[in-house]
């Protein structure tokens, strides 16, 4: 197969951590050739899409990629076409999505579709699962935010467009800072954002549970607070733990498995706090290299191995 990936600079990718890296060693691994290409690079011509692509040659080393050649491609040659672009989803990102709708309409094979990656946010993708949520309230409203902190008295509130953490807050009522923290947030009530009622199980992590094409990874990536942080993220300095999925992990992965797939949801990364769910993540879900050294389970052979599956390569002459 020949497998394109578009993403960030290949020279800000960490091989001992990023999940892309891991995925293109898979794949060179399973025989497969690997391209890169910024989604800067995306072109239309004539209708058709395209993109400047760099032909790699992929390591196991930390010296783990080489440039052989670049030169511009049709997007619909590849057999998959792989977004993992990191958010924010800002309109250089929706717009890149846009192109890729053409590669799509030409008949590339995109992961995920970049209808679902524009459609469904990934705060905002779990109202659709409200039997699994906290309360949460979305609004720009910082009264409405302020009668919700009330009402729980120990909130969460967030933007709806971030990763990494950034931007999450933790409230009581008697933060000071309060009414700063939501005026900046919500850019003086002009920006929704996202509040929920705050989960003491944060304290035993923040879980990543990856589905792949429908299915489910057997092991979840319990991401734990450092001391003093409410925030799980590895960005934020949380410590990462494999772990079997619960019971109750298991039934909201399989009450979201079959809507992810039909949505063109190829590969994405649910967020569980506890019992709760907590986000939906389409764009450019992580946590392969931390459950594969930790459990021996290669999430990324899982990958590619699904890959293979639904975008079988023709045989070429």
């Known amino acids: 197969m020949k497998l ?5 600079p290949l020279v800000s990718l960490k091989p001992h951590k990023d999940s892309s890296v891991a995925m293109m060693r898979a794949a ?8 890169a290409a910024e989604a800067c690079r995306l072109q239309v011509s004539g209708g058709i899409a395209r993109a400047a692509c760099d032909a790699l040659d992929v390591r196991t080393d930390n010296d783990w990629v080489r440039v052989s050649r670049t030169d511009v491609r049709v997007l619909k040659d590849f057999d998959a076409v792989l977004m993992r672009t990191d958010p924010p989803v800002n309109t250089d990102y929706l717009l890149a999505t846009q192109l890729l709708g053409i590669a799509e309409a ?11 990656l524009r459609d469904f946010n990934e705060k905002l993708a779990i109202l659709n699962f409200p039997a699994f949520v906290a309360p949460t309230l979305i609004t720009a409203a910082t009264t409405e935010i302020g009668s919700f902190l009330a009402a729980h008295g120990d909130i969460i509130v967030k933007p709806l467009t971030e990763m990494g953490g950034s931007g999450i807050f933790r409230l009581t009522l008697a933060d000071p800072n309060r009414n700063a923290i939501l005026e900046t947030l919500t850019r003086r009530g002009r920006r929704a954002i996202m509040a929920q009622r705050y989960l003491p199980a944060i304290s ?11 299915e489910i990874v057997p092991w979840a990536l319990a991401r734990i607070p450092q001391a003093g942080e409410t925030r799980g993220n590895l960005a934020a300095g949380g410590t990462a733990r494999a772990q079997p999925l619960s019971p109750r992990d298991h039934q909201i992965a399989e009450a979201i498995a079959p809507w992810a797939r039909d949505q063109g949801i190829f590969l994405a990364g649910l967020d569980v706090i506890g019992d709760c769910l907590t986000e939906i993540n389409v764009t450019s879900p992580t946590g392969f290299q931390e459950i594969t050294a930790q459990t021996g389970h290669d999430v990324a052979a ?14 070429r002459a």
């Open 28 to 35: 060179v691994a399973r025989g497969h050739a690997v391209y």
């Open 106 to 116: 030409n008949g590339a094979r995109v992961l995920n579709r970049p209808a679902a």
């Open 302 to 315: 899982q990958f590619i191995a699904a890959v293979e599956r639904a975008c079988p390569a023709p045989v």
């Open 204 to 214: 035993e992590g923040d879980k990543r549970i990856l589905l792949i094409d429908g």
């Open 4 to 8: 394109l990936f578009i993403l960030d």
